[in-house]
């Protein structure tokens, strides 16, 4: 089943929240016009607002208020994504091309701040302070995994829980406060909105971690980017983290460096493909899944459960 | 009022507060931070305390908005060109994380405190400054009045917005005034001394259009060069005179504040006797 079918009956809401971010992310200027709508236009998902929804479902759920939320945390994810293009210097990005290759980064950096200043605008609409010091806490975590991410590059004395501990900061925080939020925006008591958070956080790590593993074993047309760039750019996987309990494999991915072409690491790339590092983080991924599961059976049998429950399965079975 | 020796104290703890709050072990090694604006500081002071916040909201306001700042001028420093260099590409990437690191802790510090309508009030700043960059930076005001208010709107937004949510209009004159001669004086040293300045690159596009692909200082001829520096000391003088008018009104901005206004106007008033030398 494709994902988007699986919460259709939230289109509505969707769609509400589609109009908010198209109103909010463009501002006067008609370059802020543009990238708001190129941004838009490029996509995504949409997880988080969809996360935030059903998060507030099992609560009193009000899309008036809850809409702030999901605009909000789409706004953040937008904002990082266009500053993460002036790190990354991507010129493409699903597919079309960034707002630092369409202007260039000085606009980038405009534009970034200016949607993380209207994301800030929206949610103080809602003035509960628990959502608030949760969602800064988030963000504040978000930059310091960023930081981290760079920091970690080459090297190859990282651990398990380093890279862990970056996945969890990268990725999963924002989805785990994405169905947090909606939950608190929905006055949901706090046990629920708690077991809320751990579900999108274990969500949150198996994504991260198949996208880590589909890195290795997708093509470049579903990736939009050559297989093993994470590597080749120092990103140290999971993956590459089972490989290196290889010896033979070890001693060919410590070689990787900066100066690495991607021919060169071509056949590195399929000999880790090969090695058993992909099935142990599809098995370490599905570890993930299965607490998330685990808590949705704790969690009061509304509708939005057996969502959550199908998006978790979608995300531990994408191939892309 | 208190003393200039006590706020000048204030001002260093409040400076050493905020370096504190921006310190990060490894972002350090690498990146540069932009210097913290002490006027700005001082301003903010100036500002707060008028409202008679107690000790720990008022540091708390000041730094946050600090930090708003800090993280705008951090971003500033982010090139359009990723040098080639490993390192020199670390630290290009690093100083957007820096500046996105610092927005996020101005949203945390007030969280913590249950600050949200100042969230809210940074942020609408946080929206205004970066539409008037992007103005700025495309040189899309063509009128000269155009151009001087986005600079004001670059100086002064977040300030503005803190005392309209405060509700203490006087202020309003004092911190955009002041923002704007500052930036005023700098642009015009800028361009004075290496000849490359933004506004000064836009001024000379409003006024010969048919230039406006040509940003260097030497295309101009020495007229046209003349043209377009009387077209800035003539926006300036009037910034200028409103500044003394802002200080001849407020009678009660306090000592360290004044001394820098003063300052300022001192500065401002070596450019217009070098004018009158340079004119003979």
């Known amino acids: 089943m494709k994902l988007s079918m699986m919460y259709s ?46 998060g507030g479902k099992f609560g009193n759920y009000d899309i008036h208020v809850i809409k702030n939320v999901a605009v909000a945390l789409e706004l953040i994810h937008t904002a990082s994504l266009v500053h993460d293009d002036v790190i990354d210097d991507a010129d493409i990005r699903r597919g079309k091309p960034t707002i630092k290759a369409k202007w260039d980064n000085k606009i980038a950096m405009y534009a970034g701040d200016y949607i993380l200043g209207s994301s800030l605008e929206i949610i103080t609409r809602l003035e509960n302070p628990l959502l608030h010091k949760i969602l800064s806490n988030a963000i504040v975590e978000v930059c310091l995994g960023e930081i981290e991410q760079i920091k ?10 380093t890279y862990l501990r970056r996945i969890k900061r990268k990725t999963a925080l924002l989805i ?24 999108g956080y274990y969500v949150g790590m198996a994504f991260q971690i198949t996208d880590d593993i589909l890195d290795f074993t997708g093509t470049e047309a579903q990736l939009g980017k050559p297989a093993g760039s994470d590597l080749l750019q120092g990103n140290i996987t999971l993956p590459v983290l089972y490989a290196m309990q290889n010896k033979y494999l070890k001693e060919q991915i410590i070689q990787v460096s900066e100066l690495t072409t991607p021919e060169e690491i071509n056949s590195l790339i399929t000999s880790i493909k090969q090695s058993n590092a992909i099935m142990h983080s599809e098995m370490i991924s599905n570890r993930y899944l299965a607490k998330a599961y685990k808590v949705l059976d704790e969690l009061p049998p509304v509708r939005a459960r057996n969502t959550l429950s199908s998006i978790a399965k979608y995300i531990g079975k994408r191939k892309y | 009022m208190i003393d200039l020796q006590d706020i000048k104290k204030k001002i260093a703890d409040l400076k050493g507060l905020i370096e504190n709050k921006i310190k990060h072990s490894y972002l350090q090694k690498f990146v540069e931070v932009p210097e913290i604006d002490e006027d700005k500081i001082i301003l903010l002071y100036s500002i707060y305390d008028d409202l008679r916040l107690p000790g720990e ?19 500033e420093t982010v090139p359009n060109q990723l040098y080639n260099s490993n ?168 000592e360290l504040l004044r001394k820098r206004m003063n300052d300022l106007l001192s500065l401002s008033s070596n450019f217009t006797m070098n004018k009158i030398v340079e004119e003979g």
């Open chain 2, 57 to 75: 909201q008022l540091e708390n306001y000041i730094l946050t908005t600090m930090l708003v700042h800090q993280a705008l001028d951090t971003h």
């Open chain 1, 152 to 161: 970690d590059k080459y090297d190859f004395d990282q651990n398990l829980r």
């Open chain 1, 9 to 54: 009956y939230l289109n509505t809401d969707l769609a509400l929240i589609e109009k908010e971010l198209e109103t909010t992310i463009q501002g006067e200027h008609p370059v802020l016009k543009q990238a708001g709508l190129h941004l838009l236009q490029s996509g995504g998902k949409r997880l988080r607002p969809v996360f935030v929804l059903l």
């Open chain 1, 176 to 199: 785990a406060v994405s169905c947090q939020l909606g939950a608190i925006a929905a006055d949901v008591p706090e046990e629920t909105h708690k077991k809320l958070f751990l579900f």
């Open chain 2, 87 to 254: 390192d020199h590409v670390r630290i290009q990437q690093l100083k957007v994380l820096a500046g996105d690191y610092f927005s996020g802790l101005y949203y945390y510090l007030l969280s913590q405190s249950d600050d949200i309508s100042l969230i809210r009030t940074l942020a609408e700043g946080i929206k205004e400054v970066n539409e008037s960059k992007i103005y700025l930076y495309q040189q899309d005001n063509n009128q000269i009045d155009k151009l001087f208010s986005c600079i004001e709107t670059i100086e002064s937004a977040i300030v503005r917005k803190i005392v309209k949510s405060f509700e203490i209009k006087k202020w309003e004159d004092i911190a955009t005034t002041f923002l704007l001669l500052k930036r005023l004086v700098h642009e015009r040293e800028l361009y004075m001394t290496s000849g490359s300045s933004i506004l000064f690159e836009t001024l000379k596009n409003i006024l010969f259009p048919k230039q406006q692909q040509i940003f260097l200082k030497n295309n101009l001829n020495k007229e046209q060069e003349a043209f377009v520096l009387r077209a800035f000391d003539k926006q300036f003088e009037n910034v200028v005179q409103t500044m003394e008018k802002v200080l001849y009104t407020n009678s009660n901005i306090n």
